[in-house]
């Protein structure tokens, strides 16, 4: 947890009692389950998965099953528990604020797991009740949830208030979570860091405003050099997949160099350098024409905190569309972009500090395969997952090291996204969360178990070849005359470039 070898005092049963100010017959009744007696399992266990064996010919769990109860459907074997529900009560008594988003789980006491979670709240929406808000007129913020090992909740309780459009974040390496503000108004355009065991506090209350002022999307940070990737998500301009001229629409990737690098809560606080990623001996590259495993050499350059959205557009950097999900893991940061490609299905890059190359690794060219990815994690056993935000269903799919794309939960709860996909730390659960109205779910089942070796196999595993780009026999001798290769060519002619 956030207090190993720092001093901080780690919560206890007793700290959960005096938290939600509950008597301890309450709290016994809260482990069985607050939100119900009979909390909904919708599919039986299986026996002997073979999902269960760890090798590299996993291509998912199979075909779902539809849930009776009508809510998730998932494959067979596996199980979900509702664990927490919008407009329900936190511990304190208090309504459990809506607009669930991103989240991430964290080792508790004992064996328990705490969830912290985002709620993207805006406006005159039902507000996040903190007792320490940034800005008590603001209605966003994060709540953290107490899982027992028995995935029942244990208590519910906020954990910062006062911000706006806390969309998605990420965990630090020293077991705090960033959540991440989604819009830049009225000082909101910020990234807070919150402390799971210590709620309210000052620093949860405190912008890192070194780490800029945008539309802040997500989060992942680099373990070996505690640098901090960040996604953003901008809405301005406008867009049309028909003609790449008339596109003004831009998103950058960002990184946060730290002075403080102690790794530990408050390190982020003590200022450090922002940059904007860019493409060498290209300006303003748009991420749209890259093609699946055509690797670019990159750079970064600085930009002003205050306005690094129109400083990294003045300077050249890399043009995406909308940029989501953000996970680092095996030496790679892999990052999303929700509006991405030639179909505006999406993207899914990765990003190799160790070689300072960025790769499109897939490229959505079918609706059934991706649509709109926004939250991404690597799993245990070193797949990708990705929750959609699409029109036509929201979905959590997977992809393999060897590009195969499976599905793996459908929502038929109702029309709003999957977000927040995120592990226990001990690989077992799956916790996911439905938007609005907010649902958490545990999802548990024949998971295949931790495979770092495989996560490492993901970072760097060849892209798909189903989805390299195609080009004729003609313009492969073309390529050969011009000492280029297939991808280059490809490139060229997506750019509209001629080479004969």
């Given at each position: 947890m956030s207090g190993k070898g720092s001093g901080r005092k780690q919560f206890n049963r007793r700290d959960f009692i005096k938290l939600g100010g509950m008597s301890t017959v309450a709290l016994t009744l809260g482990s069985a389950g607050l939100l119900g007696a009979n909390p909904t399992e919708a599919i039986g266990a299986s026996k002997g998965s073979a999902a269960q064996k760890v090798n590299n010919s996993f291509k998912g769990f199979g075909p779902l099953v539809k849930d009776p109860g009508g809510v998730i459907d998932l494959p067979k074997g596996f199980q979900y528990r509702i664990i927490s529900e919008e407009g329900k009560t936190l511990t304190n008594g208090a309504?459990?604020?809506?607009?669930?988003?991103?989240?991430?789980a964290f080792q508790g006491p004992g064996h328990l797991t705490i969830l912290?979670?985002?709620?993207?709240?805006?406006?005159?929406?039902?507000?996040?009740?903190?007792?320490?808000?940034?800005?008590?007129?603001?209605?966003g913020g994060t709540t953290a949830l107490v899982i027992g090992p028995d995935r029942r909740l244990f208590a519910e309780y906020v954990t910062s208030s006062g911000s706006m459009q806390n969309c998605a974040g990420g965990p630090t390496p020293w077991g705090t979570w960033l959540t991440c503000e989604e819009t830049r108004e009225n000082d909101h355009g910020y990234?807070?860091?919150?402390?799971?065991?210590?709620?309210?506090?000052?620093?949860?209350?405190?912008?890192?405003?070194?780490?800029?002022?945008?539309?802040h999307e997500a989060t992942a940070i680099d373990p070996a050099t505690g640098i901090v990737y960040l996604t953003e998500d901008d809405f301005r301009g406008k867009i049309d997949p028909n003609d790449p001229t008339n596109d003004e629409r831009s998103s950058f990737l960002y990184r946060y160099i730290p002075n403080d690098t102690s790794k530990r809560p408050g390190a982020l606080q003590k200022g450090g350098k922002l940059q904007a990623m860019a493409i060498e001996e290209k300006t303003n590259p748009d991420a749209d024409f890259m093609n699946p495993g055509?690797?670019?050499?990159?750079?970064?350059?600085?930009?002003?905190?205050?306005e690094p959205h129109d400083d990294a557009l003045s300077k050249g950097c890399v043009r995406f569309n909308r940029l989501e999900g953000a996970y680092f893991a095996g030496g790679v940061f892999w990052f999303d972009d929700t509006a991405g490609g030639e179909k505006r299905l999406g993207q899914i890059y990765r990003y190799i500090p160790?070689?300072?190359?960025?790769?499109?690794?897939?490229?959505?060219?079918?609706?059934?395969?991706?649509?709109?990815?926004?939250?991404?994690?690597?799993?245990?056993?070193?797949?990708?997952?990705?929750?959609?935000?699409?029109?036509?269903?929201?979905r959590v799919l997977g992809i393999t090291p060897e590009g195969e794309v499976y599905l793996f939960a459908n929502n038929r709860m109702n029309g709003s996204e999957f977000c927040g996909?995120?592990?226990s730390p001990d690989g077992k659960t799956f916790f996911l969360n439905i938007q609005s109205p907010g649902v958490t779910f545990a999802i548990w089942g024949p998971f295949p178990?931790?495979?770092?070796?495989?996560?490492?196999y993901m970072g760097h595993a060849a892209p798909p070849a189903a989805y390299a780009p195609k080009i004729s026999a003609e313009m492969k001798e073309?390529?050969?005359?011009?000492?280029?290769?297939d991808l280059e060519a490809a490139a060229y002619l997506r750019h509209g470039v001629p080479l004969l």
């Open positions: 309504p459990i604020p809506g607009d669930f988003d991103g989240m991430a912290v979670r985002n709620h993207e709240l805006s406006g005159s929406e039902s507000a996040v009740q903190g007792k320490n808000p940034y800005n008590k007129l603001a209605p990234v807070f860091e919150v402390m799971p065991n210590e709620p309210e506090n000052k620093l949860s209350k405190t912008p890192i405003r070194d780490m800029g002022f945008f539309s055509q690797k670019f050499g990159v750079v970064w350059k600085d930009v002003n905190k205050e160790a070689t300072e190359t960025l790769e499109l690794f897939y490229e959505g060219t079918d609706a059934n395969k991706m649509e709109s990815p926004d939250n991404i994690c690597i799993t245990p056993w070193g797949d990708l997952l990705f929750a959609e935000d699409g029109d036509n269903g929201n996909p995120t592990f178990g931790q495979n770092p070796a495989r996560q490492r073309v390529a050969k005359i011009n000492g280029i290769s």
